[in-house]
């Protein structure tokens, strides 16, 4: 019998995780002589008040969908790929060979192209840690960290070395073409004569993120391969005994996790950046790991915690610019999310289902 509601793990506990994070967090700004009810209205207010701050709030939940997606389907296969991070950079390369080796007549064109490149590329980074894990027993913590850590020295190599454009002298790639401009949401909305901050970076990736959600469901609840998975994660013992071939489980879903880790480069690379620069990932691959634990796997979970990260990576810059509050204490109130949302989850869990068991007593 479970011991409490599906809503209630869903909802009910990161609802309280998140505001015992954010009751912390108030604390720490009152600590520095801060008024913590003007911090939240400055973050709330910049990350909402505008269709500027909204651009920018959609625009990094739209990396944290990706990278949580990635983390979820790895660990619904009970792997902790923590190699979001590198597997991102590898597909940022992808995107950029793509979208530099053809003068593309439009986007339409090129962004089919640039997912393929950036899928392709970070799942063939994935690909390694996840046969040192099924061939050779490696464990997928330990390999994955190690090629983020990789990646980014060869990224560093060939941004330097190889891709960069000459005569410039910051480590990146020259424009790509105009035909591989993503529209943004100012221009996919003016059409309809809605009004959208022509500055802020959103854009059509934010639907391809959502169409990744969708799809990601269709795979874990609806098709014989997420089955396998989620029994794979469930009881490796069990999944053997039905006939799940372990190397295949591991392998399938460490390629998926790869690709979609990868396909984040079609928003910051393609969609921003217009080019591939050195550190395009900006820790988005490990903030995954905490929209995935928040999330609970779930993409309409992952959904909703991309969009919180944003608030907080969005709202944080603006309290930082605004209220002369340190960076690093923004950086702060994201641990503390991310700590109440995973290692202290069990904090939360234990009394709120002896809640729910007291209560089913009562009612017996």
Not at 156 to 181: C, I, Q, S, W
Request: hydrophobic share 55%.
């Amino acid at each position: 019998m479970k011991r409490m509601p599906r809503w209630a793990d869903v909802a009910l506990i990161p609802a309280i995780n998140l505001l015992l994070a954010f009751l912390i967090s108030g604390l720490v700004i009152l600590a520095i002589g801060k008024d913590p009810v003007v911090a939240i209205k400055t973050m709330v207010q910049g990350s909402f008040g505008d269709t500027r701050a909204w651009g920018y709030t959609l625009y990094y939940a739209t990396n944290f969908m990706f990278t949580g997606l990635a983390v979820a389907i790895a660990f619904h296969a009970r792997m902790f790929n923590i190699g979001g991070e590198g597997q991102a950079a590898i597909g940022g390369l992808g995107v950029a060979l793509v979208c530099l080796a053809v003068d593309w007549p439009h986007w339409l064109i090129a962004l089919p192209a640039a997912i393929i490149g950036g899928a392709v590329f970070g799942a063939a980074w994935a690909a390694i840690p996840a046969y040192l894990q099924a061939k050779r027993g490696s464990h997928i913590v330990i390999t994955t960290i190690m090629f983020n850590f990789i990646a980014a020295a060869l990224m560093g190599y060939l941004l330097v070395n190889v891709l960069k454009e000459p005569g410039n002298m910051a480590a990146e790639t020259r424009d790509f073409p105009a035909g591989a401009h993503l529209p943004t949401f100012h221009e996919m909305l003016a059409p309809l004569g809605i009004e959208f901050n022509k500055n802020a970076p959103a854009n059509v990736s934010f639907i391809v993120a959502i169409l990744c959600c969708f799809l990601f469901w269709i795979l874990m609840w609806r098709t014989r391969l997420g089955y396998a998975i989620r029994a794979f994660g469930h009881s490796e013992s069990a999944a053997r005994y039905a006939g799940i071939s372990p190397t295949r489980i591991i392998m399938l879903s460490m390629l998926i996790s790869g690709g979609l880790a990868g396909l984040m480069a079609i928003n910051n690379v393609m969609g921003e950046s217009e080019r591939l620069i050195l550190n395009s990932v900006e820790g988005a691959g490990f903030i995954g790991i905490a929209v995935a634990l928040m999330g609970r796997s779930h993409p309409v979970g992952v959904a909703l915690a991309a969009l919180l990260f944003g608030f907080l990576y969005q709202g944080g810059a603006e309290l930082a610019l605004w209220e002369s509050i340190p960076r690093e204490l923004v950086v702060v109130i994201q641990a503390l999310v991310i700590l109440f949302t995973g290692a202290l989850d069990g904090m939360v869990r234990k009394p709120v289902e002896n809640l729910f068991m007291i209560m089913r007593k009562e009612d017996a």
